[in-house]
């Protein structure tokens, strides 16, 4: 038979029609299920709770969903008797591009991602799953194929659900497809920035996957008994800026916004395929997470990340810098030491090597290990070379503490009565002052002068604060008395000191975070690689620390400003590029986890 132009453009109008009219059917949710297809799971937008398979017949019979197959091992996940992708030779990609992509980097990224998830610890994860004859997903990804719509004009700037799965059909025998249909494959329809999914990408989810028994129309000639042969594809389109489908991907680790934010709902989708590839495979039965798939119980939970940023070096003129950490004063009323503790002794004893020896009290002490002891003059024979020194408690026990010395034979299991009045110096020795003041914790304190010198400190940070009282740790000699009726002053620096330069920027203002360094002729202002803590275009401030009542002063001199473009964040390296990418469940004892690998 002899077919002219008309016919065979007749013929091919027809087929097309066809492919379309049976995608449609097969495509639209869970009321098509009875027609071969398998409906869509969809990938949440940020903030937004999974469907997971709630609109599946294998979810809504409930017989099935009752199913939990016992002879694999499951871990906050069940299994549901039903195919997983768990050829030896790992599961195939074919990537089918739709829309402008133009010079689009996407087109080097999203390959060298998937290329790269390979034998890679993420994708390993899926190895924790297996069907029922104990077979496990392997860790091996193969890209083995790409083909690029020409143009938009296939279907134009919005496809429907029907639309993406002609596409992923139309490309078998294009680019480097194969024009076998491959049931170990997803097919991953990628679409450009501007193109729209009318069931709801951005609006309700980022991407979906599903899968399609369906008849093989692409043979030519058509055998007579059309194959049955299920086709798992996948749609993700670009988001662009669109804070829906970008998340934290905002900074782009690969200065690609919305192919770095392409490659997470990637991952999500192909592991899904992998593990429930016609929604009879692992899926939640929990109540809390009813249908969730693997991916979907660590929707955009992105585990420990690390972020990266680029360095720039920016220069400006400094003019004059001030402390805005002036000093505070206050006049000092009284002072006590609080750190000595008396105990009266009744008994001494030497342990069998002579080294530790143990001081038995009339009353339970409050002291504590490492308070210094001093022990009074007098004491037994077999330990007078005790008598009148200062040692380190080494241990308490109720009424006794003890103390280690070196072995000595005159200590050596021997045991004495006596009496006399022992004094400890607290291990964490301070100081409290009276006077009214307006420190606060932190502060540094300076006293001079007192009448007792014991209290004199010199920038020593203030512990505790109260409107009328202030403390200090310091180190303070045994037996030292009260500082009483006295007027002592007592000067205060901020606890945590800044200094503002004023400077006139010689390319751009210095920011927030930036490392700076200024070497002037006033060595109080002399900073370096300090961080920017406060910022305008004239000023910036950074932590110096500034001797309290230093003044403001002017000079001439350069800030060297080491400036970090803001981070983007990654958790990990794939191919050589950096991504960030969700976690997927681990079907792993004892309850399962969110992991990277």
Sequence with gaps: MILTRKSIIALLATSLLCM?????????????EGDGGHGKIEFPLVGGAPKGLVNHSSFKNSQLAGVANTSVGQYGIQYHNG???????????NIIWYGNWGTDTSKSILPTFIAGLNNSPYFA?????????????????????????????????????AKILTLAKGSLGLGTISSALDPNALYLVLTAPGIKESSGFLNLYCGWHSSETMDYLNTIPTPAVAPATDMKYSFVGDAGGNSACTGPTKTSPNSNVGADAMTSVI????????TD???????????????YENGDLCAWNFGSTSSTGTTSTFTGAVSAASNNGPSKTSSITSATYNGLLPATLSKMAGDATGTTITFTTTATSNYVTGDKVTLP?????????????????????????????????AFKSVTANTSGTVLVQRAGTTITYAGSNSFAVGDKLTVAGAAITAYNVTNVAITARTSTTFTVAAIVPVNTATLGAVTTPAIAGRASSTAIFTYAPTTTAFAVGDKV?????????????????????????VALVVAAGTPAATFTATATDLHTSVASLYNMTLGGLKFLVQQNWANRAPNGTCALS
């Excluded at 590839?277 to 249908?291: E, L």
């Excluded at 007078?384 to 072995?407: D, E, H, Y």
């Design 20 to 32: 379309s009219l049976t995608a449609s059917r097969a495509d639209d949710g869970a009321s098509t």
């Design 83 to 93: 195919p997983i992708m768990n050829a030896a030779g790992g599961v195939n990609v």
């Design 125 to 161: 994860i899926n190895t924790s799953y297996q069907d029922g004859a104990g077979v496990a997903a392997t860790a091996k990804v193969n890209l083995l194929g790409q083909y690029s719509y020409p143009t938009t004009t296939t279907f134009g700037t919005t496809l429907t659900d």
């Design 267 to 274: 991952a999500h989708e192909l592991e899904e395929t992998v």
């Design 277 to 291: 590839p016609d929604g009879t495979g692992w899926w939640s039965t929990s109540a809390a997470t009813p249908g």
């Design 377 to 409: 003059a007098g004491l037994p024979t077999a330990f007078a070379t005790l008598s009148s020194t200062v040692q380190t408690i080494s241990a308490i026990s109720g009424k006794t503490f003890a103390i280690t010395t070196a072995a000595t034979p």
């Design 517 to 541: 360094s200024v070497a002037p002729s006033v060595t109080a202002y002399t900073v370096t690689d300090a961080t920017i803590t406060a910022a305008t275009g004239t000023t910036f401030t």
